[in-house]
């Protein structure tokens, strides 16, 4: 199958500079006035940054919210709730806040007098990340030049056309499935893409699983057009 696309996919990378804010919170209260006052960047890196740090472990790790309610808090309960937060549901970092808010100050109304201050040292230590976006040398005019270079590119490319666009210019989709179907009309594999559920994926698997994907469809276009 060699159709050409409309347009050619860019392949971009990304590298993060992470620093502290100089912002903590020693109990339940600050942690939540911290999420409502922290910078998008900040609420990213504390709910994604795990992800592409551990791309070859278990899927699904906690984001850092949850882990430190379960763990440092031993509010065992509202880590569930926080930690099971469905990500996938929103398409702008704003929302994602929103719903976290939402979680922590039903717990604050239903247990009032569970906000303690943790030991000192084990406060949240509120985080962001500065992005640097850039080209590589992979661009794909076809969908087998698209397979090959999904096989070529690092995970932080994977990463960052998955997760990070999608979010930081608030699409629905990821940069995959628009191209698909934009520049390919290649619809239904852009559909199934866009099914791909990436947070129950480690980044090398969710690339074996694009690029498998992208085998049936090009031996299905063979079997058309013989």
Same mark, same amino acid.
């Given at each position: 199958m060699s159709i050409e696309a409309k347009e050619p996919f860019f392949f971009f990378t990304r590298h993060n500079l992470t620093y502290l804010t100089g912002r903590k919170a020693k109990n339940l209260e600050e942690l939540l006035s911290g999420i409502k006052e922290a910078s998008s960047a900040s609420i990213y890196h504390h709910t994604h940054h795990f992800l592409q740090q551990h791309e070859f472990l278990s899927p699904e790790p906690p984001n850092d919210f949850a882990y430190w309610i379960t763990n440092v808090l031993a509010d065992s309960v509202l880590g569930e709730r926080v930690a099971s937060i469905d990500l996938r549901e929103f398409s702008r970092l704003r929302d994602i806040r929103l719903k976290i808010i939402e979680v922590i100050e039903e717990s604050l109304r239903e247990n009032p007098g569970a906000d303690y201050n943790v030991p000192p040292g084990l406060e949240f230590h509120f985080m962001r990340a500065q992005t640097f976006v850039f080209p590589i040398n992979h661009v794909a005019r076809s969908l087998a030049e698209f397979r090959e270079c999904l096989q070529q590119v690092s995970i932080m490319s994977i990463y960052y056309h998955t997760f990070e666009s999608r979010?930081?210019?608030?699409?629905? +989709?990821?940069? +995959?499935?628009?191209?698909?179907?934009?520049?390919?009309?290649?619809?239904?594999?852009?559909?199934? +893409?866009?099914? &791909?559920?990436?947070?129950?994926?480690?980044?090398?698997?969710?690339?074996?699983?694009?690029?498998?994907? &992208?085998?049936?469809?090009?031996?299905?276009?063979?079997?058309?057009?013989?």
């Open positions: 979010l930081r210019l608030q699409r629905r +989709f990821n940069d +995959f499935s628009y191209w698909l179907s934009d520049s390919l009309g290649e619809d239904k594999l852009a559909e199934r +893409f866009s099914r &791909i559920d990436p947070y129950t994926y480690t980044l090398a698997n969710l690339r074996q699983s694009m690029v498998k994907m &992208i085998d049936k469809r090009l031996k299905e276009a063979t079997h058309d057009h013989p």
